[in-house]
């Protein structure tokens, strides 16, 4: 097997109400002269309530609505003088921040506004082009400096985005499995990985509908922070210890196809996942797991079909798919699927039930 490199955690992880306010205590302790934020226009609105004055200068940029190497670019050259960036917002925001920081090798900080996906708790960046579609994935040598989590923010964000968490984390499990099943003998890092990933599965389906009604009563109730921290933590923890072996497979290589069919751009980024999800079983012929999981997508509602993403062209959209999804360097082809047609056929049998 390829050797692991563990990348485990950030240095500093807090997940508490009112952690926001000791960040500038933080910040003066390391003795920071200059802080640059990178924030969205919503996610901005979003944490002001929770988030502080700072004791030092401070230089906040917008993005522009993408992670991609040509905003990197921007904002790094906006905010070259800065020695710590903090970074609050979605996935697409934490990735840019962590893209920024590691161009001006300064550390980061991460406030994530929504419990979406594992943004803010891995050492990559996902970028794509202007128009949204997927370009690659790059892992950086450092990790990040501190991730902090204030409950309150997260549970009010909208309910769309915590149902995309679950299903961009619920992938943690069934593409680590895939990855994992045929080897011999497993090094301690992977079975961390393969624990994190159980955790993924197991604490999804038992808490997430108790923590979906919780974002419905804004409130902070111990299902909502097991969710929370398991799309958040858990989720990072299983590429972070299983490195290759814990990263993707079938279901982000579908996303990623999916992103090449202009309808599914107003989706998010764990519904194509969810989907996808399915399509990897299904080339697996592992079709009592689609059928044992339908339940609880449809009760989540995750994209179950095409049919959910209200495509005109569903035909077009398996072709379009299929052919990206299987393109060299595609995480699909770890699991010997080198064929589009290998891709179509498995859709086609979701389609048909």
């Not at 290759?244 to 290589?253: E, F, K, L, M, P």
């Not at 798919?321 to 699991?335: D, F, N, Q, W, Y």
Request: glycine share 8%; aromatic share 8%; hydrophobic share 40%.
């Amino acid at each position: 097997m390829k050797n692991v490199t563990v990348q485990g955690a950030p240095a500093i992880y807090k997940a508490e109400p009112g952690i926001l306010r000791d960040l500038p205590e933080m910040l003066e302790n390391q003795a920071f002269s200059k802080a640059g934020i990178i924030h969205g226009e919503q996610s901005w609105k979003a944490a002001q309530p929770y988030f502080p004055k700072l004791t030092m200068p401070v230089q906040s940029e917008a993005y522009a609505g993408e992670c991609s190497h040509k905003e990197v670019m921007r904002l790094s050259e906006a905010l070259r003088g800065c020695d710590v960036l903090i970074s609050i917002g979605g996935g697409k925001v934490l990735d840019l921040g962590k893209a920024c920081a590691d161009q001006l090798d300064i550390p980061a900080v991460l406030i994530p506004t929504l419990a979406s996906n594992c943004a803010p708790w891995t050492p990559l960046s996902v970028f794509y082009d202007d128009e949204g579609n997927f370009e690659e994935y790059i892992i950086y040598p450092r990790s990040t400096w501190m991730l902090l989590v204030e409950p309150d923010l997260l549970v009010r964000a909208p309910e769309p985005y915590l149902r995309a968490g679950i299903g961009d984390t619920l992938a943690k499990w069934y593409e680590a499995d895939v990855l994992t099943r045929s080897l011999a003998s497993k090094p301690i890092s992977v079975d961390i990985a393969l624990h994190a990933a159980r955790l993924c599965r197991d604490v999804l389906i038992q808490d997430g509908r108790e923590a979906v009604e919780a974002v419905r009563q804004q409130a902070v109730i111990p299902a909502f922070m097991r969710v929370a921290e398991t799309i958040i933590m858990a989720g990072g923890m299983v590429g972070g210890y299983g490195d290759s072996y814990g990263r993707i497979a079938g279901a982000h290589s579908i996303h990623n196809g999916l992103t090449k069919v202009p309808e599914t751009h107003d989706f998010l980024h764990g519904e194509k996942v969810a989907y996808g999800i399915l399509v990897q079983l299904a080339l697996e012929g592992r079709f009592d797991e689609i059928e044992a999981l339908t339940p609880y997508y449809q009760e989540m509602d995750l994209p179950v079909t095409l049919d959910d993403f209200n495509l005109t062209n569903k035909a077009e959209a398996i072709s379009i798919t299929a052919e990206h999804a299987v393109k060299p360097g595609e995480s699909i082809r770890l699991m010997n699927v080198m064929d589009a047609a290998q891709v179509e056929e498995a859709m086609t049998k979701i389609e048909n039930g």
